[in-house]
């Protein structure tokens, strides 16, 4: 009797290690090759090809008509010109450090705050969201017009708000600053989108644990909530790098 037990409890379980590591039939390999070579050999063919190559060409001087062979080798030459002999480039660093800088302070921390204020169920939360999320929408060459209207010196929205005549886009003082505002906020949508799925996921019984411990709605924010929001906070930073130092369709 024993043993008849045994083998009828072992079986099934003989079944599912055979189950689990079924091999791969010559279908299911054809069907992941194709599925993962064709996407992979377009992002190589597309992308890091013509990267290896730009790179590859820094080290040379062509005026690109020619072919290869007419390429010539100057080392580093190209690299020391841009350093030493190009007036905009320190400007350009520095202008794009302090791009990086107000958007890591102002979009991200306001998209949070929006975030936070839309996770609350309040009425109408939806509208809301779709109103904020609208500039993310729209194109980047788009955004830079409309804030270019906005910006007239002559019949521009903030211009008429305030009283003013400043030319907000031709004084090199502060065109920088009206420049990085407009860009925000196209990017405070997308924060706030950001966020507010994390928001969506954190566990609730974590907020509710906070609250029978007496804690606050600022110490369980800051405590748990949070923290539970690392791996969001790490895609923001990345997103918003990336933004800082691609910025080129708002400028222009």
Known sequence: MTTTVTNEVTAPATKN?????????????????????????????????????????????WNGIGGVGDIKWIGTENYHQIVSNYPPFWPAIRHNITWLVFFLIFPTVFGLLLAVMLDKSIRFSR?????????????????????QLMYSTDQGFVNGLLGTDVNWLGDSRIN?????????????????????????????????????????????????????????????????????????????
């Open 17 to 61: 290690r055979r189950r689990r590591g079924r091999l791969l039939t010559r279908r299911d390999k054809i069907v992941l090759s194709v599925m993962v070579g064709i996407p992979a050999l377009i992002h190589i063919t597309f992308v890091w090809i013509p990267a290896l190559l730009s790179i590859v060409l820094s080290f040379g001087d």
């Open 176 to 252: 920088l600053w009206a420049i990085m505002i407009a860009a925000s906020w196209r990017h405070t949508g997308y924060i706030m989108i950001l966020y507010l799925a994390g928001l969506k996921s954190v566990d609730p019984s974590l907020r509710e644990a906070a609250a029978l411990d007496g804690a606050g709605e600022w110490q369980t924010f800051r405590s748990v909530v949070f923290p539970a929001l690392r791996p969001i906070n790490i895609v923001v930073l990345v997103v918003t790098v990336i933004e800082s130092l691609r910025a080129f369709d708002q400028i222009n």
């Open 127 to 147: 509208i809301y969201q779709g109103i904020l999320f609208m500039p993310v929408v729209l194109s980047l060459a788009l955004v830079g017009f409309i804030w």
